[in-house]
Structures are given as C-alpha cells and as structure tokens.
T-cell receptor, first 108, second 108 residues
Framework: KNEVEQSPQNLTAQEGEFITINCSYS?????LHWLQQHPGGGIVSLFM???GKKKHGRLIATINIQEKHSSLHITASHPRDSAVYIC??????????FGKGTKLSVKP | DGGITQSPKYLFRKEGQNVTLSCEQN?????MYWYRQDPGQGLRLIYY???????QKGDIAEGYSVSREKKESFPLTVTSAQKNPTAFYLC???????FGPGTRLTVL
C-alpha cells in the first residue's frame, strides 16, 4: 500500500463545476503539499499546509491531521485548470513522499 | 528575478556515459532536492540537501551522485551505474518546493 493515496486518479469536469481531489496518507507528517503539473511537465507549488485551511483565488486546501486526510477544491473550474494535481507529504526528515497524482480535465 | 533554473532542457547521452544535470537557484534557499519522474509514475526523491556541504540519499539514489559546494547550486550526475536513466528530472528548492522546469534525459 502506498503511503500517499490520491483519489480519483482521473477526473473530467465541465467548466464551472466545483471539483474535489482527495489525499490520504499513512505516516506522521510535518506538512502536506499540493502541487500542479502542467502538460509540458512544469510543476508549481500550490499550497503547503500543516493544519486547517488555506485559500488562494479559486483554490482551497484543507487538512485533517487526526484523520490523515487532505482535500483540494477548485471552485468555478476552467479549462486552464486542466493539469495533474499531486499531493505530497513531508515526514519531517527533509524528504517528501508523493502521491501518483490526479489528472484533471475541464471541458469548455 | 528570483527563481530556479535547470539546464539543459533536453539531454541525450550514449549508454555507458556519465552526465551532469545543472540546478541553480537564487532564492536563498537552504534546502534543495532532485526528483525523477517516469511516465505514469509519481515523483521519486533521488537526493536532497538541507545545507551546504551536506546531502542525504532519497529513495532511489543508486547510480546517482550529487554535490553541494555552494548554496545556489546542486548538480546531479547520472552515472553509468544507473541501469535505466531515461526519465524526466526535476530539481526543487525550499521547504515549500519551488520547482525548476526539468531536464528530459534520454539514453540512446
């Protein structure tokens, strides 16, 4: 079993829909990251969080440390949001453990 | 502009040759990381460094070597001992994970 599990693996949505991507992990962590990888391969860090909730524009990330679960929400989705979204956790030794990613496709 | 750069973008090498991938950052970050990504796979940590002149092996360090002589630079050498080096290599810096654009290495 992978230490970081994401669901769903693939997600297709219509423009304007509210989207949720989930991440569950099985190790103790100091922080959790949400990353976005564009089709060309470039990766952008969206959020780093250790508790509660963070919001940036149409993106919201939440984490429940007790349940070892995090969600990434996208409100009013747009075709430019199409990308692979990756969850990664930091166990605290300086390394990161990555999920396999969720491929999101938003149709106009 | 502050950022993290990797060069070259594409790299071809003959089997049995060593090759060095460059990673430079001017963000004044102490931590730097090297990751490998294979098609359909999640990111895997090769090496990381939390401070100059110190680095730790990640999950797949065999066949790779690094140095950290300067805060700004963290080059990765893919040696001939790496059995399957064709992959997309990504460098990142900072605990918040700022990523470079990546280098696609192909072994011919």
């Amino acid at each position: 079993k992978n230490e970081v599990e994401q669901s769903p693996q693939n997600l297709t949505a219509q423009e304007g829909e509210f989207i949720t991507i989930n991440c569950s992990y099985s190790v103790g962590i100091s922080a959790l990251h949400w990353l976005q990888q564009h089709p060309g391969g470039g990766i952008v860090s969206l959020f780093m969080l250790s508790s509660g909730k963070k919001k940036h524009g149409r993106l919201i990330a939440t984490i429940n440390i007790q349940e070892k679960h995090s969600s990434l929400h996208i409100t009013a989705s747009h075709p430019r949001d199409s990308a692979v979204y990756i969850c990664a956790v930091s166990p605290g030794q300086g390394n990161l453990i990555f999920g396999k990613g969720t491929k999101l496709s938003v149709k106009p | 502009d502050g950022g993290i750069t990797q060069s070259p973008k594409y790299l071809f090498r003959k089997e049995g040759q060593n090759v060095t991938l460059s990673c430079e950052q001017n963000l004044n970050h102490d931590a730097m990381y090297w990751y490998r990504q294979d098609p359909g796979q999640g990111l895997r940590l090769i090496y990381y460094s939390q401070i100059v002149n110190d680095f730790q092996k990640g999950d797949i360090a065999e066949g790779y070597s690094v140095s950290r002589e300067k805060k700004e630079s963290f080059p990765l050498t893919v040696t001939s001992a790496q059995k399957n080096p064709t992959a997309f290599y990504l460098c990142a810096s900072g605990i918040e994970q700022f990523f470079g654009p990546g280098t696609r290495l192909t072994v011919l």
